[in-house]
Structures are given as structure tokens and as C-alpha cells.
């Protein structure tokens, strides 16, 4: 599976970004697709996921500002980002899990300027 993400760049606090990833294969043969971030010097850490069945898991210091969506296209996962903060600045990449194999795109960055 291939996977590639897009829509990341500049944005100050309390701004907007949306997150695109585009997949070589529908969701509806993955188990589930997420968004994880991982920031300079840190583990790289779960954003938020949605399983085929459409059920969400979003990390805590995301939930009520970060939307985890998804639809048939080409780009079939989506992260709206609202109220984004400086500590969320980081690189976001797309993960899709297919029988208990994790697959990785190249990340996209996202910096919240104070």
C-alpha cells in the first residue's frame, strides 16, 4: 500500500489546516487508517484513527479540535485541524493497518507559529 499525505504547512495559533492522504487502495480493505505526528526529539504518537467500520479513536490532547473523516476518492482520509496550538506542531504522517501490518507514507509538516 502506498500512501502519501498532503496538506501541511505555516499556520498560526488557533488557525485551521486540513490533512489529505492519498492511498493506492481503498480504506474498505484496510482495517483502519490514522494520523500519527511525531515532533523533533519526541516518539512518534497516535493522532486519531478510523477503523473500516467508520468507528474514530482520537488521542486526548487532540479530542473536540481534530476531525478524523473519510470518503471513496482517491484521498480517502481526512484531518481537519481546528484551534491548532504550537504543540502541535510536528510531522504528520498516514498510516493504513492491514492485517496487523502497519504501512507508512512520507510525512507532512506542520508548524503552529505563536
Known amino acids: 500500500v502506498q500512501l502519501q499525505a498532503f496538506g501541511g504547512g505555516l499556520v498560526q495559533a488557533g488557525g485551521s489546516l486540513r490533512l489529505s492522504c492519498a492511498a493506492s487502495l481503498s480504506i474498505f480493505y484496510m482495517d483502519a487508517m490514522g494520523w500519527y505526528r511525531q515532533a523533533p526529539g519526541k516518539q512518534r504518537e497516535l493522532v486519531a484513527t478510523?477503523?473500516?467500520?467508520?468507528?474514530?479513536n482520537y488521542a486526548d490532547s487532540v479530542k473536540g479540535r481534530f476531525t478524523i473523516s473519510r470518503d471513496n476518492t482517491k484521498n480517502p482520509v481526512y484531518l481537519q485541524m481546528n484551534s491548532l496550538k504550537p504543540e502541535d506542531s510536528a510531522v504528520y504522517y498516514c498510516?493504513?493497518?492491514?492485517?496487523?501490518?502497519?504501512?507508512w507514507g512520507k510525512g507532512t509538516g506542520v508548524t503552529v507559529s505563536s
Open positions: 498510516n493504513a493497518r492491514i492485517n496487523l501490518m502497519n504501512y
Open positions: 478510523i477503523t473500516r467500520g467508520g468507528t474514530t
